[in-house]
């Protein structure tokens, strides 16, 4: 049998609850196996019934929202949509810089979607993973974030089961460990608290793996919806994917990179990936306890949670814009004398996306070949727009300090930021 819980009428957050079907829950038996791991003590504790989670249907669910959760998402919506025109009017809609800036915002706002995951990496050692350097592990997890974020962009107008496991055969692919789970259903039931030798005393239970594939299809069908709000419905249908948790590991970063499918795909943005999970990561408690209580039959702190990290991310990302554009014009005066048709131009705006490069990523990104390659980086050291930071022959190594210190600021800001 299935257990429903009931709500009142006020949220968690003082707003009026937005009624959704509650998760239910079914009582399922747990027998751990004893490896030698655990305490004899640890394994009679979970040993015995457990309760997992029953994602409810919301395909065709009812969603009424308040009028004050109505303005409020209008605001939100405004404030993603003034944004995302500001990024492109202010590099230019034909600026060979918008889609490296664009790039950049998608990485940061994977680093961001990633630190919510206690995933910290500097901009350095991510941009050096980009290029196939580096050995930090954090840093090639974001990277497999960014993937994932990319492939949600380029299939938000096909949103399905089968994109969903695509977005996450490339997060999972890059992780250490994990690389078997990559873009497939798993196996074995998760669960998210105390108890590593079983579910029965853990605070959430995923659904058992036979329901994922249903509920998943109810998610996309859900998704495919035209009657409501876009910026609520992308935050219903990550809570709603957090519920039903279908992969071993990477589930909140993949419900992330789907919410940015529904922002790309229902037309809400088109320019630039809004650093969404940079707000998000300003509160992470009242972020997770609005899961919780879309859970028990309330999306109203979910749906006002995106709206308030919506106008943030409005806010930081373009803060971030104005100061990578600074560093770009600052980069273009030092330039100044070198004929325009010099392969050096070619690589500036390719900066903003990658500020750590080796010569390799030059000659692949901008067709370039070894001599003209050279040349150019030279260029660009001679001028003190880059530094050579390796001393060495071979595998030498360049960068932007002032891109990479203007990333590393953002990040700080995000994490400095709380709630007022």
Known sequence: MVAKRDVGTVSIDGGAVLAVPPTGRETREWRPVDTGEHSRAELRRQTGPYAAAVPAAIAHAAVDMSGADVADIEDATRALVAFDNYAGSELGADSPVLAPMAAILLRSESASSSQIEQLT???????????????????????????????????????DASSILSMHRELLSRQSGMEDEAGRW????????????????????????????????????????????????????????????????????????????????????????????????????????????????????????????????????RDLVDALAVELREAGDLMAG????????????????????????????????????????????????LSERTGAARNRIWQHRGILDALDAYADRVRRVRRG
């Open 121 to 159: 990496s500097s901009a350095r050692q991510i941009a050096l993973a980009e290029i196939g350097e580096g050995e930090r592990r954090n840093a090639a997890t974001i990277v497999g974030n960014v993937r994932a974020m990319e492939a949600a962009l380029l299939l938000s107008g096909r949103l």
């Open 186 to 317: 798993r196996r074995d039931i998760v669960w998210i608290g105390a108890g590593n030798a079983g579910p029965v005393t853990a605070d959430f239970v995923g659904p058992v793996p036979e329901r994922i594939p249903d509920a998943i299809d109810d998610a996309v069908r859900f998704a495919a919806r035209d009657d409501l709000p876009v910026l609520a419905q992308a935050a219903i249908l990550h809570a709603q994917f957090e519920t039903i948790h279908p992969f071993a590991d990477g589930n909140g970063r993949t419900g992330r990179a789907l919410a940015h499918a529904i922002l790309r795909g229902k037309g809400l943005v088109t320019s630039t990936t809004v650093p969404i999970s940079a707000g998000l990561l300003a509160d992470v408690d009242t972020y997770f306890a609005a899961i919780d209580a879309y859970q028990s039959g309330d999306a109203g702190p979910i749906v006002r949670r995106f709206a308030q990290a919506s106008r943030a991310a409005a806010v930081v990302g």
């Open 338 to 385: 070198v004929r325009s048709d010099a392969g050096a131009w070619r690589v500036l705006p390719l900066l903003i996306e990658q500020p750590v490069l080796n010569s390799r990523a030059v000659r692949e990104r901008l067709g370039m070949g070894d001599v003209a390659a050279k040349r150019a980086l030279d260029t660009l050291v001679e001028r003190g727009v």
